[in-house]
């Protein structure tokens, strides 16, 4: 793929304003782009901005809660009034507050409120993002919409059932919008992230827990926020313009295998 492989196309990319959104951000400018960074933490979002124009790109922050649909047509009015276009959106940002994943527990245990502010942010705000993108992206002649959902959205758990089920449903929503807007050359794929070393993972897990997933992780070292830009840039990218309705692991190949395989074997000796 050429350095400029995204020249002058529009990238909305939501919850840019730190770790992997901050990454997917500044490799979409990297390759050309002119990127919109919008995210509730607007303080984050325009710290990426003015990095990415100091680096020579083209940048600029919009506060976004995606709880408040006003503010998703908002984002989307901004952008065409300064572009006149969108052609890449992604969705990267989701709900993962420290105490809402720490509520996230048990089904037992659920209550309503916490279940649903995992789906309001993570599957209704990334639906309402394509609602309100896919206009514009129809008048531009099509597009790239890509998903960050999650490793475990194909998996069941002990913990997260809200958090990845609704990661679920982003899955499905990326199908359902492949399907809907194919014929209008608008491509929707989805990334599942393994664990990603960002400032959160670092300081929910201590140096054991690293080991642990290491161990499990088949590449020699664990995920960082850049492996999951890469594969954004190649989404958006013409290299992948025949590429949509994908749900793609970028994980070291963590959820490939049966995690207790090997300890079985090792077990009878014969690993
Ligand atoms: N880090 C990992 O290991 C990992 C693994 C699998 C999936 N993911 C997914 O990758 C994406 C990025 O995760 P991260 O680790 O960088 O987390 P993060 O918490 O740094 O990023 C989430 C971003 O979303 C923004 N956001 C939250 N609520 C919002 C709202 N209402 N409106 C607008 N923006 C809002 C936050 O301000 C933040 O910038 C998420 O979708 C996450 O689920 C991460």
Redesign the pocket.
Known sequence: MSEKALEGRVAVV??A?????EACARALAARGARVIL????ID?ANRVAEAIRADGGEAMAVK????DESTIEALFDTVIDRYGRVDILHN?????RMEQMAADGPIGEMTAEVWDAAYA?NTR?TMLMIKHCVPHMIAAGGGSIIN?S??VSILGDIFNPAYSSS?AAVNSLTRNTAVQFGKQNIRCNAIL????L?H??REMMGEEQLKMLARHTLLPRLGA?EDIANAVVFLASDAASFVTGQIFSVDGGITTHQPYVGDVFANMGLA
């Not at 304003?17 to 959104?21: K, P």
């Not at 919008?38 to 933490?41: F, G, K, L, P």
Request: aromatic share 0%; hydrophobic share 35%; no cysteine.
């Open positions: 939501s919850g304003g730190a770790n992997i959104g919008a995210d509730i933490n984050g976004l809660d995606l709880l990267n940002a989701a709900n993962t942010i705000g960050t999650s490793g990661k992230p393994g664990l990603i960002t959160l993972s926020p």
